[in-house]
């Protein structure tokens, strides 16, 4: 009996310093955590931590047939893996590598990651060297087939103290992937030389790269920036060892912002890979050439002409209307010289908008058509400078204000160049938020380039707003045309009048829908006080009105400070989702369709959309069909978010509207008046032939209905 206990108790403490020390393979390798889609467990080259400092381990992951996963930078979908060690012991940190991922292109999207199997090599850091090692992590993987799945799995892999001898299998896994891991160059033969800009629709990343030997199946990934890129093509040199790399830019800030950034450029050539650290130069070609602007310039100048017609300039045109009939018997050389003084005024103010616009754009504030009406106190201004305007037609013309502060005004119907001027420079500011059809192409091509472009465009924008003026002073004659002075006169300033009050309260909705309706009424009573100041100035003396012009403009311009809570939306039959750029991608995986709105309640052109397209008929009942998303992106007041999306889609003014679907991913771009037609034939372009039910979804991101294989590694 003594001895069976004997024998007994030997083979227990066998058998717990087997379980501790383990065999080889066991002691080098811990247990397979498993998922449908997923395996996943920890290898270790050596069978002990020994005295290292740090320690090789390797996290393998055996994938399903036809599911994938996600390298660090997974590209226009996905997410990379991520592991929490926080439950391990004696551990001080972990460092990551990753071998070089495949390329996946599907529904137009480039994604970066891997199939089948992959081992990401580990250092394990420890804190006290010569203890055992206590390895503790939750993996938390994205694994994407036809649908994308979250997998979180536990891992555990526990290595004694001792002497660190080698697993040779284990080693030899780990090894396999650590040789796919970029190098610096020196022994993949692989090397990233330059890398450049170039401008154009679209722009492009040259990469030049060198090889030791010739290329067979390279592959150029960019990371770093707020660019996404597209699949290179290449360029290569006679002999295969040298190529240029062509990414065309698909999303991101102006490419102008683009030189001196530092780019991570990983090139792949079959198993090699190499990784460097590149600085972006500017183009060779010295920017766009004046062949390519001509066609821009001819859009501007149509543009600004268009903008004429635009409910927003017409208050300053009836201006000018009136003064042209109160000038009736002028002669031709003041006719000629009053309208050549408007169009200079309409011009320099285009020149300085877009000064003021490369300047902020030279100093990474966010640049935009329009945007000064996302600020309160400029929507004061604007609107006090209109109760001044009718003020002004109201009282008749024969009343002249105190100094010049009429003139300064561009008070209807001044003999003054100064008001000539003026009323240009205003015609500017009150154009600014109308985007006519071309005026938002031109914008977008000279914001996204440099000072001249900028300069050159906003010129021609100017000279087509200003043509009409310019007309009148090339021929002086059509002035005859006009009806002579008389009574009726009267009534039409008191028209004139209520029209521009009219533009003064649709700047003071714009305003109540920024701040509040309580601050739109106080700055409205506060201008009715400025414009009644104005009429009976005669009456009232100069020291009183003084005064209340003073009272009511510091009041008007206190209001939106003090009672600044936005006002509620309006509700409309369409529920509008809100606007979130990463949701559009993940909508679209799911084979939903997107309709984005970028609109504001200063948009003149965006309130015609809506009312006369969106919220009407066929297009509203389109918009709550199943399977199409509505989502509006509100611009009203400043947001960055919106800001970037535009320029990712080089345009800097709105309406912006652009639907995206199965059948186009990269999304269809709507020109700025729409259509019924033209709405409805991008939602079906857009939904294209996709039959994913949303029912295969299993709470994850459907990114893939076909089982393809990686291309081009």
């Known amino acids: 009996m003594t001895a069976g206990l004997g024998i007994r108790s030997v083979a227990a403490v066998l058998a717990m310093a087997a379980a501790w020390f383990g065999s080889p393979a066991a002691a080098a390798t811990g247990e397979w955590s498993s998922h449908d889609t997923l395996q996943a467990r920890l290898v270790s080259p050596v069978e002990a931590g020994g005295d290292r400092e740090t320690i090789p381990v390797g996290l393998h992951l055996m994938l399903a047939d036809g599911w994938k996963t996600y390298w660090r930078s997974p590209g226009d979908a996905g997410a990379p893996p991520t592991v929490d060690w926080s439950a391990s012991a004696n551990v001080a940190g972990v460092d990551w590598r990753w071998p070089a991922p495949h390329r996946f292109t599907l529904f137009g999207l480039e994604t970066f990651g891997y ?106 990934l960019v990371e770093g920036g707020d660019w996404t890129f597209g699949k290179p093509e290449f360029s290569f040199a006679p002999d295969g060892h040298g190529a240029t790399a062509r990414l065309p830019v698909t999303s991101g800030p102006d490419l102008v912002t683009m030189p001196g950034r530092m780019f991570v450029v990983t090139v ?26 001509v066609p821009i310039l001819l859009l501007a100048l149509l543009g600004g002409l268009v903008l004429n017609l635009m409910p927003c300039v017409l208050p300053v045109l009836s201006l000018k209307l009136l003064s042209v009939i109160d000038r009736h018997d002028a002669g031709r050389r003041r006719v000629r010289l009053g309208f050549l003084t408007t169009a200079a005024g309409v011009v320099t103010s285009m020149l300085l908008l877009a000064g003021m616009l490369i300047g902020l754009k030279l100093a990474g504030s966010v640049v935009g058509w329009g945007v000064q009406f996302q600020q309160p106190l400029f929507l004061v201004a604007m609107a006090a400078v209109l109760v001044a305007f009718s003020a002004s037609l109201a009282g008749g013309l024969d009343i002249s204000l105190p100094s010049r502060f009429a003139t300064v005004l561009g008070r209807a119907g001044g003999s003054g160049h100064a008001g000539d001027f003026a009323t240009g420079a205003f015609a500017t500011l009150l154009a600014t938020p109308c985007s006519a059809p071309f005026v938002g192409t031109a914008v977008g091509f000279a914001l996204a380039r440099g000072p001249v472009e900028i300069l050159t465009i906003f010129a021609a924008l100017g000279v087509g707003l200003a043509s009409p003026y310019l007309l009148v002073a090339a021929f002086p004659r059509l002035v005859s045309l006009m009806p002579r002075p008389g009574r009726w006169m009267a009534t039409l300033r008191r028209v004139l009048a209520v029209a521009l009050l009219g533009t003064a309260a649709w700047l003071l909705a714009v305003l109540a829908a920024q701040t509040s309706w309580q601050a739109a009424f106080v700055i409205a009573g506060t201008l009715a006080v400025l414009g009644a100041a104005l009429i009976l100035r005669n009456r009232l003396g100069f020291p009183a009105t003084l005064g209340l012009v003073a009272v009511s403009l510091s009041a008007a311009v206190a209001s939106p400070a003090m009672m600044g809570k936005p006002a509620e939306t309006s509700v409309t039959a369409t529920a509008w989702a809100p606007f979130d750029q990463a949701e559009i991608g993940r909508l679209v995986a799911q084979g939903r369709t997107v309709f984005v709105d970028v609109t504001a309640d200063w948009c003149i052109t965006c309130q015609a959309n809506k009312s006369l397209v969106i919220d009407r008929g066929e297009v509203a009942d389109a918009l709550t069909a199943p399977g199409v998303v509505p989502m509006r992106a509100d611009w ?37 008046l729409l259509s019924t037609e033209t709405v409805l034939e991008a939602l079906g372009r857009a939904r294209g032939a996709s039959t994913l039910n949303s029912q295969n979804i299993k709470g994850g991101l459907e990114v893939n209905a076909s089982d393809d294989a990686p291309q081009a590694r």
């Open 115 to 220: 199939d089948r199997e992959v081992v990401f090599p580990l250092d394990i850091r420890v804190e006290r060297q010569g203890e055992p090692v206590a390895l503790r992590g939750r993996a938390d993987v994205l694994v994407c087939s036809t649908v994308c799945i979250p997998v979180s799995l536990e891992i555990a892999l526990d290595l004694p103290s001792g002497p660190a001898a080698a697993d040779a299998e284990a080693a030899n896994l780990v090894a396999r992937f650590e040789a796919q891991v970029p190098d610096d160059g020196v022994h993949s033969g692989l090397e990233v030389e330059a890398a450049s800009v170039e401008t154009g629709k679209p722009g492009a990343l040259a990469v030049r790269i060198a090889s030791s030997r010739p290329m067979v199946e390279p592959d150029v």
């Open 268 to 293: 792949t050539d079959g198993p090699r890979a190499a990784e460097a650290r590149v600085r972006v130069a500017a183009s060779k070609t010295g920017g766009t050439g004046i062949g390519d602007l």
């Open 636 to 672: 009203t007041r400043p947001d960055p978010r919106i800001s970037d999306y535009l320029a990712r889609n080089d345009r800097y003014g709105i309406p912006f509207n652009a639907v995206y679907g199965p059948g186009a991913p990269s999304g269809i771009v709507l020109p700025e």
